[in-house]
């Protein structure tokens, strides 16, 4: 089943098109790596899906419902952490997810203090976000996306502000909670090697189209390695 479906979709900025012609689908349960440079549309891309902002034309689909600002109930279902997090800076932790349990009707049992202590939050959870490095900001934020257990989830470059220890624990946790949830993930970044360890596909965004959609055993060809490092470079 297509969890995502994304068709032809085009956006500017002013005269400037940004994405031209954008499609492709995700099915359940899988995990999914966006990969292009900064400044390629990444987050434009996660902000027309997640409708944030409106496409100048194609359609976007999640779980077969049309996104539409007349079709928000879908997002029941959708879990996002788009550019930097957005805190409340005199809330703590905690309270952030209070407010998000409530509007997504989401009890705090265990499974909410699992989150906690597996994404090592235990020691700031109480403490207000003004406080927060961006490290612990992004923990945060992934803790939000997944706590109501979503069937989609949608993160964009979440590995940023991390140590090398913190990208190989948000990589582990990301890669349990979608098999033991059964959520299917679109994740972002401009970092090939830190999507290949856990990705099932690649889909590499470039000059506003998805230009190519790789398997992970395609990505053993080094020459295609090569020529992402030197589009990097350009």
């Known amino acids: 089943m297509s969890v995502l479906e994304v068709r032809d979709i085009h956006r500017n900025y002013g005269k400037k098109e940004v994405l031209k012609g954008v499609t492709f689908q995700i099915d359940s349960s899988e995990i999914v790596g966006l990969i292009g440079k900064n400044g390629a549309g990444k987050s434009t891309l996660f902000k ?22 007349k079709n928000r109930k879908i997002f029941q279902q959708v879990g996002c952490l788009i550019e930097q997090v957005s805190l409340y800076p005199h809330l703590t932790g905690y309270e952030h997810i209070q407010i998000v349990a409530k509007l997504t009707d989401t009890k705090i049992d265990e ?4 989150l906690i202590s597996t994404l090592k939050m ?13 490290g612990m900001k992004q923990r945060l934020g992934i803790l939000l996306a997944v706590l109501n257990k ?25 890669l349990n909670i979608c098999h033991q949830e059964g959520m299917s993930l679109l994740i972002s970044s401009h970092i090939l090697s830190e999507m290949q360890i856990f990705c099932d596909r690649f889909l590499f965004l470039k000059d506003g189209v998805i230009s190519k959609d790789l398997t992970k055993s395609d ?10 490092i030197e589009d990097n470079q350009e």
Do not use: A, C, M
């Open 48 to 69: 027309v899906i997640t409708g944030i902002l409106k496409q100048k034309s194609g359609t976007v689909k999640i779980l077969d419902q049309e996104v539409s600002s």
């Open 111 to 114: 499974h909410v203090e699992t």
């Open 122 to 134: 235990n020691s700031y959870i109480h403490n207000k976000t003004k406080t927060y490095s961006q």
């Open 150 to 174: 979503p069937k989609l989830l949608l993160l964009d470059e979440p590995l940023n502000g991390l140590d090398p220890e913190g990208v190989y624990e948000i990589r582990t946790f990301l």
């Open 219 to 228: 990505l053993k060809n080094s020459n295609l390695e090569q020529e992402f």
